[in-house]
């Protein structure tokens, strides 16, 4: 049975593939040609196969190295993205903050929500992950965030919640669409167009669904998204149609995608998600006023552009 290779093997073989010989490796790893060289023939002894070939004074990677390089790789920059981690904690005393949210969320509202908390509070490295509604929720739960905005979800025990605002829903559609002459849109409009609907552990397929209900059937699906901004990217596309709110609506200019208002009136909530159990609600009360108030300025703005 082979033996197995120890940390300096492996670093002595990941320095030879990249740069090229035995001279650079040297150079790379701050000790001697022969000390490189003796790794190198020790690991080669220890695996049982060669892992170079010398071509024109350089030394080239079998395929099993180039196999194995792969898996170094993999682990170096597992390595790499700690001493990147410990770096930051050597060279700030800044906190961390580890955020979940929903990809339109996180583009339209979240930037604001930063800039208010680094400028009124303390300078905070800040972790961002994009998630539906739920995971978002099961992040919280988690305790892989700290915070969360998404969409209403039902109740996590565990998982305290607050309410940010809500926001009536528009149909997106291709600008050249026909339906795009009307003031508004209905279900009973949209009922025979195709639709592109979001994902149901979103939350908004099925206040969707509710609204096709009263005309008499819901429209044909013919995809399904797990975020809006994918969704209104399909409807630029000239695919079909999709319901949201106006948080997308930044992303997608007139000229592909046209907006209107939907009828009957429904909502989208969104809330903010915090474990219970980790900390005072009170310290959390800062950023969730700043959520609630970035959401507010952001929907009055593009209720404005979008009237």
């Known amino acids: 049975m082979a033996r197995k290779l120890s940390l300096r093997h492996i670093e002595t073989i990941h320095a030879v593939i990249l ?96 800039n208010a908390y680094v400028n ?34 039902p109740e996590i025990p565990g998982v305290q919640s607050e309410v940010l605002g809500e926001l009536p829903l528009y149909c997106y559609l291709p600008a050249s669409h026909p339906l795009a002459s009307h003031p508004f849109l209905t279900a009973e409009q949209l009922r025979h167009e195709p639709m592109i609907s979001l994902s149901r552990i979103e939350g908004v397929q099925d206040i969707v669904t509710h609204a096709f209900a009263g005309a008499g059937g819901a429209a044909t699906t013919v995809a399904e998204c797990p975020a809006a901004i994918t969704a209104c990217a399909m409807v630029a596309a000239g695919i079909g149609f999709t319901l949201y709110d106006l948080l997308p609506r930044t992303f997608f200019d007139d000229s592909r995608v046209a907006v209107r208002p939907f009828k009957p009136d429904c909502q989208t909530t969104y809330q903010a998600y915090w474990l219970r159990s980790k900390t005072s609600d009170s310290d959390f009360a800062p950023i969730v006023r ?13 209720k404005r552009d979008n009237p």
Not at 21 to 33: C, D, E, N
Not at 290 to 302: E, F, H, I, K, S
């Open 19 to 114: 740069t090229g010989s035995v001279t650079g490796a040297a150079a790379r790893l701050f000790v001697t040609q022969p000390a490189v060289s003796n790794v190198l023939r020790e690991a080669e002894d220890r695996l049982g196969y060669p892992l170079f070939d010398r071509r024109g004074g350089r030394l080239m990677p079998t395929a099993l190295a180039d196999m194995l390089f792969e898996e170094i790789e993999r682990s170096f920059t597992g390595l790499e993205a700690i001493n990147d981690f410990c770096e930051q904690i050597r060279t700030s005393q800044r906190q961390r903050m580890t955020i979940a949210c929903t990809p339109s969320f996180g583009a339209a509202v979240l930037p604001r929500i930063i």
């Open 290 to 302: 700043m959520a609630r108030q970035a959401l507010g300025d952001v929907a009055a703005q593009l």
């Open 120 to 153: 009124e509070l303390s300078p905070t490295f800040f972790s961002i992950h994009s998630r539906n509604a739920q995971h978002v929720a099961a992040l919280v739960s988690s305790r892989k965030a700290d915070v969360g905005f998404a969409l209403k979800v």
